[in-house]
C-alpha cells in the first residue's frame, strides 16, 4: 500500500502562487506515472498535470504556461509550482501515483483563490 500526503494548500489571491507537494511512503522511482487532478465544487476530477519516470509532462489546457509539476526521486516526493493563479483553479487538488500494479491517491489540499 501506498501513502500519499499533500502539502501546501491555502488561500492566495488572484495573480498569487503556490506551491504542492505530495510525499510518499515509498520510493518514487518505481512509478511510471505521477500527476496532479483537482475538483471544484460541483465539477468533475479533472486532470492537472502528468510527469513519467523519463521526466515527460503534459498538462492540461486551462494550466498550460502557469504551473509546472516536477519530481525529486530523492525526497520521494512530487511538487506542483501553481503561478498566475485565477479563481477559476479554486479546488480540492489531488495527487496520483501508478505503478503497474495499481493506482494510488492522496487525500487532497484546498486551494482558494479569492480576493
Known amino acids: 500500500q501506498v501513502h500519499l500526503v499533500e502539502s501546501g494548500g491555502g488561500l492566495v489571491q488572484p495573480g498569487g502562487s503556490l506551491r504542492l507537494s505530495c510525499a510518499a511512503s515509498?520510493?518514487?522511482?518505481?512509478?511510471?506515472?505521477m500527476a496532479w487532478y483537482r475538483q471544484a465544487p460541483g465539477k468533475q476530477r479533472e486532470l492537472v498535470a502528468t510527469?513519467?519516470?523519463?521526466?515527460?509532462?503534459t498538462y492540461g489546457d486551462s494550466v498550460k504556461g502557469r504551473f509546472t509539476i516536477s519530481r525529486d526521486n530523492t525526497k520521494n516526493a512530487v511538487y506542483l509550482q501553481m503561478n498566475s493563479l485565477k479563481p477559476e483553479d479554486t479546488a480540492v487538488y489531488y495527487c496520483?501515483?501508478?505503478?503497474?500494479?495499481?493506482?494510488?491517491w492522496g487525500q487532497g489540499t484546498q486551494v482558494t483563490v479569492s480576493s
Open positions: 510527469i513519467t519516470r523519463a521526466d515527460t509532462t
Open positions: 496520483y501515483v501508478a505503478d503497474p500494479s495499481a493506482g494510488y
Open positions: 515509498t520510493r518514487i522511482f518505481s512509478f511510471y506515472l
